[in-house]
Nanobody
Framework: QVQLVESGGGLVQAGGSLRLSCAASGSIFSISTMGWYRQAPGKQRELVAY???????NYADSVKERFTISADKAKRTVYLQMTSLKPEDTAVYYCNVEIPIFGDFWGQGTQVTVSS
């Protein structure tokens, strides 16, 4: 069984910064991808960014140049550094981990609220 524990969400003013963390634990032999998704009220869940085991990263256009994803393989932890936050970044942010053979696992979500 795989557990994902997220932290770092909160309330911040526009232009501010937050750092999200997600630590994976459990019966994990390897991780192929770690990433972040978000879901705003009334909207579908969308990809924010992901990082592969080979070091490739990808970002949604809306967060490029503002967000940075990084992963600590030894700690099985993925981070999302968010800067220049905008009110439209307000959402519940979910950690996602893809494990070969076993599939996708999700965190419980952490609320990020950006006030104008």
């Amino acid at each position: 069984q795989v557990q994902l524990v997220e932290s770092g969400g909160g309330l911040v003013q526009a232009g501010g910064s937050l750092r999200l963390s997600c630590a994976a634990s459990g019966s994990i032999f390897s991780i192929s991808t770690m990433g972040w998704y978000r879901q705003a009220p009334g909207k579908q869940r969308e990809l924010v960014a992901y990082s592969t085991s080979g070091g490739y990263t990808n970002y949604a256009d809306s967060v490029k140049e503002r967000f940075t994803i990084s992963a600590d393989k030894a700690k099985r932890t993925v981070y999302l550094q968010m800067t220049s936050l905008k009110p439209e970044d307000t959402a519940v942010y979910y950690c996602n981990v893809e494990i070969p053979i076993f599939g996708d696992f999700w965190g419980q979500g952490t609320q990020v609220t950006v006030s104008s």
